[in-house]
């Protein structure tokens, strides 16, 4: 995750912007709390997104490995079979399915490695969160089973100022199972930010 926010602080010195808006969703939110760990100054607004701050439990790091070994033996199309039904609620629209089945199934198999083991790796931010001094959106899909709503209210009770958008009836990958209200909760939040 650290890697990948130095990536986002490369870009944005490439770009010549000074601070930005971070949002990050589900992974994205831990590279956007590691963004804000390495590059405070940088931020100017937060959104995080179906995300949590606690790092993997025991159980959680060996569910990630034990992916890792199904991703290596059966590729893509496994992992996108496992986790369709957490990412999206039973109600998700079958574009939205197929549109995540894609992205999952087009991922080379060394990248959904890498990203398993990050996350699984990935450092607790929970003593951070009281830190963050910039304004925060937090927002959460009513039927998230990856990373449920009351990790997004844990989220808002320990972030100073944070604000909370639930996002009623969708699941983990809120922006893709219901982008309009994504967007319209992003937009007037950045509007206000």
């Known amino acids: 995750m650290d890697e990948m926010a130095g990536d986002v602080a490369s870009l944005l010195d490439r770009l010549g912007i000074e601070a930005a808006a971070i949002c990050g969703l589900s992974m994205g939110g ?7 760990r390495l590059f ?6 937060l959104v995080l997104a179906d995300t949590r701050a606690g790092a993997d439990s025991p159980e ?17 199309r496994a992992i996108a079979d496992r986790l369709l039904p957490k990412l999206l609620s039973p109600s998700a ?5 197929e549109l995540v089945r894609r992205m999952i199934e087009s991922t080379p198999v060394e990248g959904i490695v890498g990203a398993l ?3 699984a790796e990935r450092p607790d931010s ?4 009281a830190k963050i001094a910039c304004p925060t959106l937090v927002i959460c899909g009513t039927e998230d089973v990856i990373t449920p709503l009351a ?15 639930t996002i009623p009836g969708v699941g983990h990958v809120s922006n893709l199972e219901a982008p ?7 937009v007037d939040f950045l509007a206000r930010a």
């Open 126 to 129: 929970t003593d951070l969160l």
């Open 93 to 97: 629209p079958p574009a939205a399915r």
């Open 151 to 165: 990790e997004s209210r844990e989220l808002v009770a320990k972030i100073p100022g944070a604000t909370l958008v």
């Open 117 to 119: 083991l990050g996350m």
């Open 180 to 186: 309009a209200a994504f967007d319209s909760a992003l």
């Open 40 to 45: 405070p100054k940088r931020v100017r607004a």
């Open 30 to 36: 831990y590279v956007a709390l590691a963004f804000v």
């Open 60 to 76: 959680g790091r060996k569910a990630r490995h034990d992916m890792v070994a199904l991703v290596r033996a059966e590729g893509a």
